[in-house]
């Protein structure tokens, strides 16, 4: 079982909807988190770090449960420019991340 | 300010050629990593440098060594390209920052062996 898991996707919704995506972690010892966007034939670029207390960053929420070990991604208000896969990072005590396999975000006019 | 750079950007392989892959950053960081990422496994850890004069082994190593040649640069080398060896090569640098670490990625190279 991998330590960092997410559902592959893809999630296909309209301009303007709101989505959610979840990424769940095996290591409890995991200490940050991140969501990463990466386009297509490009690098993963850093999205956002994940707080304990959850955060917001304009249309996007992230989220972390330490109780069930998952952390989520919402995004508000879809643009087609938010298609793309998004990447979800655990850190744990060896301060070397472990990714999941990324979840494929496509929105449509 | 680059960030993190790599080269090539595209290379092709014959079987058992041997080639290096550069990368560098100008942000400072301690440490850096190399990863590969094939369709459908996502990014798997091949080294890492966790600071300058050390190196680590991730989850794949075989078939790879690595160079921290200073601060700025990691390079990692094939000595004897396999078909197995084809995938997209990304190198990263970090620093913690709190409880963060967050990763800075280059563009990438991608990598043929026929």
């Known amino acids: 079982r991998k330590e960092v898991e997410q559902d592959p996707g893809p999630f296909n919704v309209p301009e303007g909807a709101t989505v959610a995506f979840n990424c769940t972690y095996s290591n409890s010892a995991s200490q940050s988190f991140f969501w990463y966007r990466q386009d297509c034939r490009k690098e993963p670029k850093l999205l956002m770090s994940v707080y304990s207390s959850g955060n917001e960053d304009g249309r996007f929420t992230a989220q972390l449960n330490r109780a069930s070990q998952y952390i989520s991604l919402l995004i508000r208000d879809s643009k087609l420019s938010d298609s793309a896969t998004y990447l979800c990072?655990?850190?744990?005590?060896?301060?070397?991340?472990?990714f999941g396999r990324g979840t494929s975000l496509i929105v449509h006019p | 300010n680059a960030g993190v750079t790599q080269t090539p950007k595209f290379q092709v392989l014959k079987t058992g050629q041997s080639m290096t892959l550069q990368c560098a950053q100008d942000m400072n960081h301690n440490s850096m990593y190399w990863y590969r990422q094939d369709p459908g496994m996502g990014l798997r850890l091949i080294y890492y440098s966790a600071s300058e004069g050390t190196t680590d082994k991730g989850e794949v190593p075989n078939g790879y060594n690595v160079s921290r040649l200073n601060k700025r640069e990691f390079s990692l080398r094939l000595e004897s390209a396999a078909p197995s060896q084809t995938s997209v090569y990304f190198c990263?640098?970090?620093?913690?920052?709190?409880?963060?670490?967050?990763?800075?990625f280059g563009p990438g190279t991608r990598l043929t062996v026929t």
């Open positions: 990072a655990a850190v744990g005590g060896s301060y070397i991340p472990t």
């Open positions: 990263a640098s970090s620093e913690r920052t709190g409880s963060l670490y967050e990763q800075y």
